[in-house]
């Protein structure tokens, strides 16, 4: 049972345009969620993360949304980048970081 | 600052051979460790976390093992290799919190590890 969703496993974008990649999770008792982008052979660096008390978190170019009760998320990217062109993976956690869970990736293609 | 290394970076293994991937962190002290793959087309998966020295917990029931003889040495093991071993592994470390989990974990470059 997948308790992380991202339902789109690819997106492409215009550069300068915005980029959303959404998320979805199942267990109610996920407190804390976080974004990584991986580039081809390299490890997911960490990128933005909210906790469950905000509903918006905002670094640069990158906003997480959150929506508690329809237990989704997404990440917007405004403007995208080429440099943006990786594999975004959603992950959660409980209260205290347990129970740690990535989804299973969206990859996005920034076109110039 | 902190660094992760992971060796080797590709491998090519036959069916029924062991395996050895090795992890080292540096510029922190009794790190989290983690182990993760990822199959083609699919999220990370945790294999094995370790909160210290010799200790090891598994996520899910597999061929592999782990181990930790080092406060930041976490090493990835198999004595026979399936086909279904293949994947890309990585490790990772997080800064040692009251819990076994840190919310934000950071990640090595990772192993292709291709079994034929």
């Known amino acids: 049972d997948q308790q992380v969703k991202q339902n789109s496993p690819s997106l492409s974008v215009q550069e300068g345009r915005i980029s959303i990649l959404n998320c979805d999770y199942t267990n109610s008792m996920f407190d804390y969620f976080l974004w990584y982008k991986k580039y081809p052979a390299e490890g997911p660096t960490f990128l933005i993360s909210?906790?469950?008390?905000?509903d918006k978190n905002e670094d640069g170019r990158f906003t997480v949304f959150l929506n508690k009760s329809a237990k989704h998320l997404s990440l917007h990217i405004v403007p995208s980048q080429p440099g943006d062109s990786a594999v975004y993976f959603c992950a959660a956690s409980g209260t205290y970081g347990q129970n740690f869970v990535f989804g299973p990736g969206t990859r996005l293609s920034v076109l110039p | 600052s902190q660094t992760i290394h992971q060796w080797p970076a590709t491998l090519v293994q036959p069916v029924g051979s062991p395996l050895s991937l090795e992890c080292t962190v540096e510029?922190?002290?009794?790190?989290?460790l983690y182990w993760y793959r990822q199959a083609a087309g699919r999220g990370l998966q945790l294999l094995f976390y370790?909160?210290?020295?010799?200790?090891i917990s598994s996520e899910v029931p597999q061929n592999l093992s782990a181990s930790r003889p080092q406060d930041r040495q976490f090493i990835l093991s198999s004595k026979k290799l399936l086909l279904s071993d293949s994947g890309f592994y990585l490790c990772?470390?997080?800064?040692?919190?009251?819990?076994?989990?840190?919310?934000?974990?950071?990640f090595g470059p990772g192993t292709r590890l291709t079994v034929t």
């Open positions: 990772a470390w997080s800064v040692p919190s009251g819990s076994i989990w840190s919310y934000e974990q950071y």
């Open positions: 510029g922190t002290s009794n790190p989290n």
């Open positions: 909210i906790s469950s008390i905000k």
């Open positions: 370790s909160v210290g020295i010799g200790q």
